[in-house]
């Protein structure tokens, strides 16, 4: 076993671990460690762009931008978040131009920008144009822009190191950061990281579901961790669905196909989104466009031979603009169904995209232990994170957005904090836990697989806690996946060996995977409204009386020594906006 | 506003039916084997699935020791370049349909890196050899307040390059490479490509230092190998010329 001694650990290397990296390595000895190849992270998938508001091509303001995040995220956001986000997203998509980030540009130069859903001028009247851009490669760029700077500016990577614990010590019987375990692939060696300040940036969960634009990868590490140290997850029940997941796949088509003027049709050709949201029609916000293409297929106008999907329809823009705006989805859409988008018309359906909820951090991306405490040192952001700038539902766009806001704040904050203090001892027996949960699995002799006991998790997260909810489908869902959680137990893996032992990875994945699911299904169970992603069948309504407040669930035993799920709550901070009913 | 659907090609979908397929695997794994190894496996699997697929069928459900990265699954991360029948493909990218399934598909690990573990290469040289192209934009006087202004069509002179992931199908395609040990390879070219085409840099001449060195970008033998094995379908040769034309006349 080594150890390694720094100031500040960011763990993961997408978008905000490494925007987190390039403030703290400046100010203070910096670490990431990321479990894969910096850039194979999954900020890389993301297509669309970045909101801010630029006025490059139209009048526009961070106030428009905040009131939208607040709508869009249903009364669910915290206002002071919001409006913190809005505003520095000027500096966030300036300061990736001057690292070199090739957006598309105007006729004079400038930064072009396009709609995107939910993004309107004065409080709702018309869509803008705020999403800054590179064709619908934006997240690529920006990972590989975050990268490049990071070659520049010498940031030490641990690649392939897979962060398994928290090491958290105590002073003054308060809980503070002291390091974390990691597991090196490349040798299955366990590495002890002793450091000041630890920024978790290690991205969603989505692979909860069979249908998903996430990553093989993304198994809500990060989350997981936490979640077992006995800290909280906020408004884990707000999981965004994306609209057009192409259909059957899940791979990701982006919003900005809408923005550049698709328009999604029923079997019948027509344009339902017109009877959903009168107003910006195409280019209302992801749950709501979600929720209309599952009710066209309930009501029978779904397409195909089984009547299970809508159309993405592009065939009446120029073919030029689909094939230099578009060109990825374009060529997934040629690769993955043998559809050509230019001629012909593309099947879509929702597909599990973006956890609005995670560890819940102020807005410096100081963790939160309670609903007023934070633990010293540590630090969440991107999509790890609840801020809560999304709220019940994110806008497309803001999560370039929030990693790149939150991700500097973050490396900011946690060098600052790393200067200002000494190491905090570690632990006694740091690696305990972490060795003990590598040998169980490795030495397990039960009859159950990894892959079998993921499938049958993701088939019924799939049918039960997707864009429609019911209480009924929900304990289904639960009943499910804790009888996986013993399944789980007894699983075992055929790979024995130290290097690269990915059999090791996927059956720890899947072990947070599982702890996820179960607080999602728990947390939407309880939330007996309809709010933004969270849409209950039986409770329709919007319910500000009760539900206006943020889930906050905690790993908890009960007096019989059983584990479950205890839930509390905490406020929503409103600052400008009163809740209004939310039309578009 | 009535749509008229009529008019456009609305997509027939066939029932799809799942057929055996046989992978021949290059196998080695480093705990157990002393030498790489062919091995068989067959799965049933659709014309549209992936080999990515195919690959996650045979783990899960024959043999969990089989090694592989693999991320985002749709061919933007750059994990799962390896040797499909003979070429640098993404296991992602390549659909059963589209391979011949009357024999069995070999699958290997790209050549020109030191192999781990089954697919699994070492990929710090590759890495190496990028960062030392000075991947990264050098602007030169005052940081402008806003954006620095860029024109669509300065912007369009080095679109192509920005496509790359960085999945080293290129570059362990190339012959060079695999027998030089010392060139950058197509890779690193694509990157620097990239930044000497852009209007904002101003690194030229330190990039011309590294990359006018013999064992820069004058191996290139223009076997065009790399741009047939860029999955997102960069000209890459044409760029390695790009670059080499604008280091001889000292000019982009």
Known sequence: MQTHTFDVIIVGAGGAGMRAAL?????????????????????????????????????????????????????????????????????????????????NRTPEGRIDQRRFGGHTRNHGEAAVRRSCYAADRTGH????????????????????FYVLDLLLNEESGEPVAAGVVAYELATGEIHLFQAKSIVFATGGYGKVWKTTSNAHTLTGDGMGIVWRKGLPLEDMEFYQFHPTGLAGLGVLLTEG??????????????????????????????????RAMVQEVREGRGAGPNKDYVY??????????????????????????????????????????????????????????????VVPGLYAAGEVACVSVHGANRLGTNSLLDINVFGRRAGIAAAEYANSVEHVDLPGDPQGATIALVERLRSGTGSERVAAIRKDMQD?????????????????????????????????????????NTDLIEAIELGFLLDLAEVTVVSALERKESRGGHAREDYPNRDDVNFMRHTMAYKSTDISGEEYVRLDYKPVVTTRYEPMERKY | MAAVVEETVVPETEVPV??????????????????????????????????????????????????????????????????????????????????????????????????????????????????????????????????????????????????????AACTTSCPVYWTDGQYFGPAAMVAAHRFIFDSRDSGFEQRLEVLNDKEGVWRCRTTFNCTDACPRGIQVTKAIQEVKRALIFRRV
């Open chain 1, 257 to 290: 196909a809408r923005g550049e003027g698709g328009i999604l049709r029923n079997a019948s050709g027509e344009r339902f989104m017109e009877r959903y949201a009168p107003t910006i029609k195409d280019l209302a916000p992801r749950d709501m466009v979600a």
């Open chain 1, 312 to 373: 993405l329809d592009l065939t009446h823009l120029p073919a030029e603009q689909v094939e230099t705006k578009l060109p990825d989805i374009t060529e997934f859409a040629r690769t993955y169904l043998g559809v050509d988008p230019i001629t012909e018309l593309v099947p879509v359906f929702p597909t599990a995209h973006y956890a609005m909820g995670g560890v819940p951090t102020n807005v410096e991306t100081e963790v939160l232990r309670d609903n007023e405490h």
């Open chain 1, 460 to 500: 019924t997260m799939d049918m039960n806690a997707q864009v429609y909810r019911t209480e009924a489908t929900l304990k289904q869902a639960l009943g499910d996946v804790q009888e996986l959680k013993r399944r789980f137990a007894n699983v075992s893996i055929q790979d024995k060996g130290t290097r690269y």
């Open chain 2, 18 to 167: 799942a057929t055996d397929v046989t992978f021949r695997i290059r196998r080695f794994l480093p705990d157990v084997d002393e030498d790489a190894h062919w091995e068989d496996y067959t799965v049933a699997l659709f014309p549209t699935d992936r080999v990515l697929t195919a690959l996650e069928k045979i783990k899960g459900e024959l043999d969990g020791t089989l090694s592989f990265r693999r991320s985002c699954g749709h061919g933007i991360c750059g994990s799962d370049a390896m040797r499909i029948n003979g070429r640098n493909r993404l296991a992602c990218k390549t659909l059963v349909k589209d391979l011949d399934i009357k024999k069995p598909i070999t699958v290997e690990p790209i050549k020109g890196l030191p192999v781990e573990k089954d697919m699994i290469v070492d990929m710090e040289p590759f890495f190496a050899a990028y960062r030392q192209v000075l991947p990264f934009l050098i602007p030169e006087g005052h940081e402008p307040t806003r954006e620095r202004l860029q024109s669509a069509e300065d912007r369009a002179r080095f679109d192509d390059t920005t496509k790359c992931i960085l999945c």
């Open chain 1, 141 to 160: 760029m920006i990972l590989q822009t975050l990268y490049q700077n990071c070659i520049k500016e010498g940031v030490e990577f641990f690649n392939e």
């Open chain 1, 23 to 103: 403030e703290s390595s400046t100010r203070a000895r910096t670490a990431v460690l990321t479990k894969l190849y910096p850039t194979r992270s999954h900020t890389g998938a993301a297509q669309g762009g970045m909101c801010a508001a630029l006025a490059n091509v139209e009048e526009d303001n961070w106030e428009w931008h905040t009131f939208d995040t607040v709508k869009g995220g249903d009364y669910l956001v915290d206002q002071d978040a919001a409006e913190i986000m809005c505003r520095e997203a000027i500096d966030a998509v300036l300061d990736l131009e001057k690292m070199g980030l090739p957006f």
